[in-house]
């Protein structure tokens, strides 16, 4: 880590002490749980034998090993244990692992866990101060609950597809995939939550959050404005619902963006550009008003910005300073000075696959930071470890049926 943010013994993090058990597969659960081992927590990936967690054999390229990087990008700091919940001895390993555990996730369509007599009804009357949360596409309740979801009808249905892209165009979904990611990261936010919670009653909780949720809590603009003018937010390219001029607009040799987001910036953007009489134009006078023209007003612009390059716009748009910046693509966005001394990307090093590199921890924390403690598992790599540690072993675990999550 760098020196400015120190070094964390592994029984310092602040959640050293907490045992997660992740039985999520592919994006917003492991992600979730990704977090929490990134802090100290103890997370142990309960997998079923012989295939594991559905991303390990995802996407359509490999590094050295049969593990994908989707979900060595997923899976660091966690121990991997397969277990066969369909069978009576799994469910026994199963229920004296919650035994020890703090928190157990899992994202699975609602009712698969309660059919593995693994849902919160049954596990908490084994560990009342389990903390215990479901992602799901729609989440537990709702005439929507029983349909599969993912990250791009999350999206569909949340009403992001409809606020992306350009006006006219085909749909685009949002490149990042914000009700997956988001779910994970709201997952977590209830867990912390929960945690603290539980140290004021003693027990634990149930937490429901889904795909659809997460992509709707991230919709604040969007909503805002159906609710405020009745209309339904279309798609407006790289253009901000709040402001204007906040997008990206054409230089001589190509992209850049530029956000001029309040009064003060809109009257020292009119400096930079040259373009003085804008200040006073009624028709732009005011950020409504400017808003409201948004079209109109990048078209009044577009001509003053093909006279010079990308980059002497951004370094007068600096110089003055008004927030703007080159588009990168991802490889100059993870391969730059900042991004380096941020340590946005790391390394780890892998039994398999060597060092491969990886993103970093985007909360830095001044005593006790984020470190990576161990490197993605290999499938069931600490089975016979952790049923050593609940006082297990092998002989008393079926491992050889495939499938032990399927729906």
Same mark, same amino acid.
């Given at each position: 880590?760098?020196?400015?943010?120190?070094?964390?013994?592994?029984?310092?993090?602040?959640?050293?002490?907490?045992?997660?058990?992740?039985?999520?597969?592919?994006?917003?659960?492991?992600?979730?749980?990704?977090?929490?081992?990134?802090?100290?927590?103890?997370?142990?990936?309960?997998?079923?034998?012989?295939?594991?967690?559905?991303?390990?054999?995802?996407?359509?390229?490999?590094?050295?090993?049969?593990?994908?990087?989707?979900?060595?990008?997923?899976?660091?700091?966690?121990?991997?244990?397969?277990?066969?919940?369909?069978?009576?001895?799994?469910?026994?390993?199963?229920?004296?692992?919650?035994?020890?555990?703090?928190?157990?996730?899992?994202?699975?369509?609602?009712?698969?866990?309660?059919?593995?007599?693994?849902?919160?009804?049954?596990?908490?009357?084994?560990?009342?101060?389990?903390?215990?949360?479901?992602?799901?596409?729609?989440?537990?309740?709702?005439?929507?609950?029983?349909?599969?979801?993912?990250?791009?009808?999350?999206?569909?249905?949340?009403?992001?597809?409809?606020?992306?892209?350009?006006?006219?165009?085909?749909?685009?979904?949002?490149?990042?995939?914000?009700?997956?990611? !988001? *779910?994970?990261?709201?997952?977590?936010?209830? /867990?912390?939550?929960? &945690? +603290? @919670? $539980?140290?004021?009653?003693?027990?634990?909780?149930?937490?429901?959050?889904?795909?659809?949720?997460?992509?709707?809590?991230?919709?604040?603009?969007?909503?805002?404005?159906?609710?405020?003018?009745?209309?339904?937010?279309?798609?407006?390219?790289?253009?901000?619902?709040?402001?204007?001029?906040?997008?990206?607009?054409?230089?001589?040799?190509?992209?850049?963006?530029? !956000? *001029?987001?309040?009064?003060?910036?809109?009257? /020292?953007?009119?400096? &930079? +550009? @040259? $373009?003085?009489?804008?200040?006073?134009?009624?028709?732009?006078?005011?950020?409504?008003?400017?808003?409201?023209?948004?079209?109109?007003?990048?078209?009044?612009?577009?001509?003053?910005?093909?006279?010079?390059?990308?980059?002497?716009?951004?370094?007068?748009?600096?110089?003055?300073?008004?927030?703007?910046?080159?588009?990168?693509?991802?490889?100059?966005?993870?391969?730059?000075?900042?991004?380096?001394?941020?340590?946005?990307?790391?390394?780890? &090093?892998?039994?398999?696959?060597?060092?491969?590199?990886?993103?970093?921890?985007?909360?830095?924390?001044?005593?006790?930071?984020?470190?990576?403690?161990?490197?993605?598992?290999?499938?069931?790599?600490?089975?016979?470890?952790?049923?050593?540690?609940?006082?297990?072993?092998?002989?008393?675990?079926?491992?050889?049926?495939?499938?032990?999550?399927?729906?």
């Amino acid at each position: 880590m760098n020196d400015q943010y120190g070094s964390t013994p592994a029984n310092m993090s602040p959640l050293a002490g907490l045992r997660v058990l992740d039985m999520s597969q592919v994006m917003a659960g492991p992600f979730c749980c990704m977090l929490l081992g990134d802090m100290g927590a103890d997370v142990i990936k309960i997998e079923p034998p012989g295939v594991g967690d559905q991303t390990r054999k995802s996407m359509g390229f490999r590094m050295k090993g049969e593990d994908s990087p989707g979900f060595l990008a997923l899976n660091r700091n966690k121990r991997s244990i397969t277990l066969n919940l369909k069978s009576e001895a799994g469910r026994r390993v199963l229920h004296r692992l919650v035994e020890t555990a703090d928190i157990l996730v899992e994202n699975g369509r609602p009712g698969v866990t309660k059919r593995l007599a693994a849902d919160y009804e049954t596990l908490s009357k084994i560990n009342p101060r389990l903390i215990y949360a479901s992602i799901s596409g729609f989440g537990q309740t709702g005439p929507w609950s029983q349909r599969p979801g993912f990250d791009l009808i999350a999206q569909a249905m949340a009403g992001v597809i409809s606020a992306t892209g350009l006006v006219g165009a085909e749909p685009v979904k949002s490149g990042i995939p914000v009700g997956d990611l !988001g *779910a994970g990261m709201f997952a977590a936010y209830g /867990i912390l939550s929960a &945690v +603290i @919670g $539980r140290q004021k009653t003693g027990r634990g909780q149930y937490i429901d959050t889904s795909l659809l949720d997460a992509a709707l809590a991230l919709s604040v603009w969007e909503s805002t404005e159906y609710w405020a003018t009745g209309q339904s937010p279309g798609p407006l390219g790289t253009a901000n619902r709040m402001s204007a001029p906040y997008q990206a607009f054409r230089a001589s040799d190509g992209d850049f963006v530029v !956000g *001029a987001a309040n009064q003060k910036l809109w009257l /020292i953007f009119c400096d &930079v +550009i @040259g $373009r003085p009489e804008l200040k006073d134009d009624p028709l732009y006078a005011t950020n409504v008003e400017r808003v409201r023209r948004r079209s109109e007003l990048a078209q009044v612009l577009a001509p003053t910005f093909v006279t010079r390059t990308a980059e002497e716009w951004v370094e007068a748009f600096h110089a003055a300073g008004v927030p703007a910046g080159p588009i990168y693509d991802y490889s100059k966005s993870l391969d730059n000075e900042h991004v380096r001394h941020r340590e946005a990307v790391i390394e780890i &090093v892998h039994p398999v696959e060597g060092r491969f590199k990886a993103l970093g921890f985007p909360a830095k924390l001044s005593a006790t930071p984020a470190a990576v403690r161990m490197p993605p598992p290999l499938l069931g790599e600490h089975t016979e470890q952790i049923l050593a540690e609940v006082g297990l072993d092998t002989e008393q675990n079926t491992l050889s049926e495939a499938g032990a999550f399927a729906a």
